[in-house]
């Protein structure tokens, strides 16, 4: 089946560094890319939508100067979460679209810690 | 604006019955409907998938209904097993020229040994 790659899995970082989290679609190409994000007990809520080779398009309230998305080739999209605060602290999951009417399949999820 | 919402939170049963988790949606107008399952700490799995013309979709023990036109859709689990304990989600997609997904916020299942 579709296989979405997420790493890292866990990543704890300083406050004010930047960290760099990259999907990978294994066996497929993913034209469209979604991010979430999701707080503990919470659903998940959609941050942006990248498509390959274009600008990310951002969710309201998202913003698109602290979490940078790139999505330069069919097979891998990366969220740069810049300038990280604690509250940044979040389960960060991305999820391609499968061609025809096969749904979404999501990565394994980072979880992300601002120290 | 499509709104989701999951009915048990939390629900916690004996090996071996069948249970039911509820997801009812605000907008019936969708494209189709998708139930996932999350392990603590993990990335969603996709269980079945919905289109708008459907009714229902099976897969091993695992049966989902949508009934659109009432916002509402089930997953039946049959014969449960402690290996199904996880939370459970639904999602929407809205229509056919949006690929974004609407979720609710999950049922948290613990199927007791």
């Known amino acids: 089946g579709a296989v979405v790659s997420q790493h890292p899995s866990r990543v704890i970082c300083k406050s004010g560094t930047s960290v760099k989290i990259e999907c990978r679609s294994l066996?497929?190409?993913?034209?469209?890319m979604f991010w979430y994000r999701q707080f503990p007990k919470q659903s998940l809520m959609l941050m942006a939508t990248s498509n390959e080779g274009s600008k990310a398009t951002y969710e309201q309230g998202v913003e698109k100067d602290k979490f940078l998305i790139n999505h330069a080739s069919l097979t891998l999209s990366t969220l740069t979460v810049t300038s990280a605060h604690p509250e940044d602290s979040s389960f960060y999951i991305c999820?391609?679209?499968?061609?025809?009417?096969?749904?979404?399949?999501f990565g394994s999820g980072t979880r992300l810690t601002v120290v | 604006k499509q709104e989701v919402t999951q009915i048990p939170a939390a629900l916690s049963v004996p090996e071996g019955e069948n249970l039911v988790l509820n997801c009812s949606f605000t907008?019936?107008?969708?494209?189709?409907l998708q139930w996932f399952r999350q392990d603590p700490g993990k990335g969603l799995t996709s269980l079945l998938l919905i289109q708008s013309s459907q009714r229902e979709q099976t897969s091993g023990r695992l049966n989902a209904s949508l009934d659109k036109s009432s916002g509402r859709s089930t997953l039946y689990i049959a014969a449960s097993q402690p290996g199904d304990s996880a939370t459970y989600l639904c999602?929407?997609?809205?229509?056919?020229?949006?690929?974004?997904?609407?979720f609710g916020k999950g049922t948290k299942l613990s199927v007791i040994p």
């Open positions: 999602a929407v997609r809205v229509g056919a020229g949006s690929y974004q997904l609407t």
């Open positions: 066996d497929f190409q993913a034209t469209t």
């Open positions: 999820s391609a679209r499968l061609q025809g009417n096969y749904g979404y399949t």
């Open positions: 907008d019936s107008a969708i494209y189709n």
